[in-house]
């Protein structure tokens, strides 16, 4: 078992930043993703680093704004969002899978989620 839980969510205005952390309760051998889904629409990932902590994949449509990291120390995922859209909102997951290979950024590769920390952005 893993356990994630995220936090960090908000409203802000178009243009600001926020940053989302999520805590696992182990490292050890796991990718990690952030993934969102907006209200009528299919949740997709957003960006994913691999068990080494190498991201692996950043959607198109949040390259050059959203930053994943880790800290390995702190057992964290972070997810720092700049310059954010209103096409940005939604409710944010953090998702862990242990695994010592490379999964596609895919829900369907991950089998332990966290709650969800909504983000909102106004225009």
């Known amino acids: 078992q893993v356990q994630v839980v995220e936090s960090g969510g908000g409203l802000v205005q178009a243009g600001e930043s926020l940053r989302l952390s999520c805590t696992a309760s182990?490292?050890?051998?796991?990718?990690m993703g952030w993934f969102r889904q907006a209200p009528g629409k299919e949740r997709e990932g957003v960006s994913c680093?691999?068990?080494?902590?190498?991201?692996?994949y950043t959607a198109d449509s949040v390259r050059g704004r959203f930053t994943i990291s880790r800290d390995k120390a702190k057992n964290t995922l972070y997810l720092q969002m700049n310059s954010l859209k209103p096409e940005d909102t939604g409710m944010y997951y953090c998702?862990?899978?242990?695994?010592?290979?490379?999964?596609?950024?895919?829900?369907?590769?991950?089998?332990?989620w966290g709650q969800g920390t909504q983000v909102t952005v106004s225009s």
């Open positions: 680093i691999n068990w080494i902590g190498i991201n692996t």
């Open positions: 998702a862990a899978q242990r695994t010592a290979r490379n999964i596609a950024c895919m829900s369907a590769e991950y089998g332990y």
């Open positions: 182990t490292f050890d051998r796991i990718a």
